[in-house]
């Protein structure tokens, strides 16, 4: 089965430190990974996606994700955090059984930065 | 461009009422999708359309729960009768049909939150 894991709760940081929110994956073939952050009272966004090539990938508001195959993990990070990044963040993967584009979300990491 | 919008924000029905939730999504986006995200939890589809067809209702609870989107925008989500159990927020999102990796970026509403008593 085709799964996401996300191992921490929560995470808390201190503003202006690097911040670092866990993902790994188990999935059948080449897996397509996500990341959406779900702001209070609003939808989840899209942050940023890997597909295929290179294993680091930019999205949004500064962030990036790293892709290791050999670790199955689809780590989050940013250099430098910013309170306003405090945030709900879930991880998710293809679903490489569904014939549409069907995703499976992880249950979800708290973010919190500290001024 | 517009978002995803969807009412009513907030619902709070008694067990066994009827509810019904609607979704409007970006224009041009042919896949719509409805989501439960139970507190604490990731987001879980119900049922997604590609125009007006269902694409995936696997993991819709049929018996109660129901969905259409009869001219291929607009969408309607509908329980009958409620159980406390389907106290949740309700997303709706959308995004691009066709056969690149963009159909995977989803474009969420605010969401409806559910409370059953």
């Known amino acids: 089965a085709q799964s996401v894991a996300q191992p921490e709760d929560q995470v808390n940081v201190a503003e202006g430190n690097p911040l670092t929110v866990k993902c790994t994956y188990s999935v059948s073939g080449n897996p397509y990974l996500f990341w959406y952050v779900q702001y209070p009272n609003r939808g989840l966004q899209f942050l940023l996606k890997y597909i295929t090539g290179d294993n680091l990938v930019k999205g949004s508001y500064g962030f990036e994700a790293e892709f290791n195959k050999s670790q199955t993990s689809f780590h989050l990070k940013k250099p430098s955090a910013l309170v306003s990044d405090s945030a709900l963040y879930f991880c998710a993967v293809r679903d490489v059984y569904s014939s549409a584009s069907k995703i499976i979300f992880g249950s979800g990491t708290r973010l919190s930065i500290r001024p | 461009e517009a978002g995803v919008a969807q009412s009513p924000r907030y619902k709070i029905i008694e067990k066994r009422q009827s509810v019904a939730f609607w979704c409007n999504p970006i224009?041009?986006?042919?896949?719509l999708y409805w989501y439960q995200q139970i507190l604490g939890q990731g987001p879980k589809l119900l049922i997604q359309f590609q125009n007006n067809g269902v694409v995936d209702d696997s993991q819709l609870p049929k018996d109660r729960f129901s969905a259409e989107r009869l001219k291929g925008v607009d969408s309607t989500l509908k329980i009958q009768p409620a159980k406390l159990e389907d106290s949740a927020v309700y997303l709706c999102a959308s995004s691009h049909t066709g056969t690149g990796v963009r159909v995977y970026e989803q474009y969420f509403g605010p969401g409806t939150r559910l409370t059953v008593t």
């Open positions: 224009s041009g986006h042919a896949t």
